[in-house]
């Protein structure tokens, strides 16, 4: 197979696109899929500095690397979560990246600030750790942004995230969910904006990305998330594909094209009724502490701190 | 496993209602869930006379005797496809029912009546079979219904064709399709009223149904179909619902809750714009003559009659 662009011999296929790319080919083909992404959703505008989500893996290393090579302002945001055997080693993917670029990583850690991890705050407050993982980070990644005067935050969600979400959703006919569900969400009533950028990116071609850019990355999935739903519909949509490559793109991008503005009206509808948490002061819903200081007290038993934060 | 319902030693086991029956208990299931369907979407009132479109497989003959058993004036339809070593046998099946409950069984045969059969038709018309076969059904359903007087076309769509086309529809948001994926579809513009009373019960239960009920169907599955893409999502579905149970239920009855009103106004759409067929006199929004009569034009090269109609 030969690059489409330049007929140089291929190193990557990519079935959906019908394509296959040789190394620079490809590298700037990522970067095409990302500059269009945010342009054509105003995502990041010149001059706004930019907070990225890393986890330490392909998909968050990739974005913060081609936000970058973009030219984008964007500091690294990692959490660590205190998983046995994961965490430790993600922080050293994150930390590596940041020290061999000078970028600035911004690094805040469950057990050390905050007193808990994962699994002890799903134990204690009774839910899957993937949702005690999602509320602590979803928490942390809107405090960070906005305490650290940053104008977006980005996560490194790809096309295969994104496809799986929105199959969970449509299944159960999660309509505010669905709502939510944008490669968006503009800042407003204490939110910061949100973007996910590698939406036109599935999740091969982030790792093939790094690969071929020379980013090393944690390889191993979190070892909490074996059994998740989500990996179930991951399953079922690469059976799809399998036999119509494209159809995951089809069915995330005619989301975002044609169906979300049915939900427009919805989506207005989960933010009424927001005020201020009384102890840390993000937005919520519930009727005194948010969930996350919930989560927090029920976790250790203490009051939490104001966010804590370390510079790397 | 027990009945659920009288404690008995139970001969099915439905999974999404974590549930076994016994014969009776399970008939009288199958009953309830038909009849509570029909009265829900006010499918059939009372005194009306159906025609049940029936293939000789298992979800028409249960369909057809569930509304015989439920005291609905039901006759069938049968078209024969001219599908070589499958028609011919479903045929069998169709009549022999019909016989043996002395019920009015109308008989449509593409290759008498109209000179083509559905691989002629698929060629001729550059269409894959399905497509040629659904078209050609549509229109006799249609047309069948309206000269026979009858107040309402059933069809035996189930749980699991119903999940498979809405999850078709879904990953390419076709959003005029969902518009009109409901279990009802009133008459009007030309248009016999349209129900699927079976959309509670899946394909296993309506197996079931017919074994336990000593009902003699055709087991082949059409050897036109293999490759079928809503084969492909039906077993998408189905290893989504191994691991959680009543997904499908969940998928098909959210969308006629929750998300089928968003699309109302994109049905009504669909409507707009059509005329009688010239030739036929169905109604259809092409600028000259209805596709079933352009197919039949270019399967046989020659004009199509007006419907006919042999009864047994």
């Avoid at 936000?67 to 590596?96: K, N, P, T």
């Avoid at 996910?196 to 690969?211: H, I």
């Avoid at 036999?243 to 991008?253: D, I, L, M, V, W």
């Avoid at 919805?266 to 937005?283: D, K, N, Q, V, Y």
């Amino acid at each position: 197979m030969k690059c489409r662009v330049c007929r140089a011999a291929a190193v990557v296929e990519v079935r959906r696109h019908n394509a296959g790319f040789c190394r620079d080919c490809f590298l700037a083909h990522c970067r095409n899929q990302v500059e269009r992404t945010i342009k054509e959703h105003s995502m990041i505008e010149p001059g706004e500095r930019a907070l990225v989500a890393v986890s330490g893996g392909k998909d968050s290393l990739a974005l913060w690397d081609l936000l970058l090579q973009l030219g984008y302002l964007a500091d690294g945001l990692y959490i660590g979560l205190g998983i046995e055997g994961y965490s430790d080693e993600s922080a050293v993917f994150a930390r590596r990246f940041a020290e061999e670029r000078a970028a600035r990583l911004v690094q805040v850690d469950l057990p050390d600030d905050f007193g808990f991890d994962v699994r002890s705050a799903a134990a204690a407050d009774h839910r899957v750790p993937c949702s005690a993982c999602g509320l602590s980070k979803r928490h942390i990644f809107d405090q960070a942004t906005l305490e650290g005067g940053y104008d977006v935050l980005a996560t490194g969600h790809n096309l295969d995230d994104e496809a799986a979400v929105l199959l969970g959703n449509v299944l159960h006919w999660d309509l505010a969910y669905m709502a939510r569900q944008h490669p968006v969400l503009p800042s407003g009533d204490g939110f910061p904006r949100k973007v996910k950028p590698l939406v036109r990116l599935g999740e091969r071609e982030t790792a093939a990305y790094c690969v071929l850019q020379g980013i090393d990355y944690q390889v191993e999935e979190c070892p909490m998330s074996a059994g998740n739903r989500h990996l179930g519909y991951k399953d079922a949509l690469n059976a799809i594909e399998e036999r119509s490559p494209g159809t995951k793109a089809a069915f995330y991008g005619g989301f975002v094209d044609k169906a979300a503005q049915l939900l427009a009206d919805i989506g207005e509808e989960g933010r009424e009724g927001l005020h201020a948490c009384p102890r840390c002061g993000s937005p919520t819903t519930a009727a005194q502490l948010c969930a996350f200081c919930r989560l927090v007290e029920r976790a250790t038993g203490q009051r939490r701190r104001r966010l804590p934060v370390s510079t790397q």
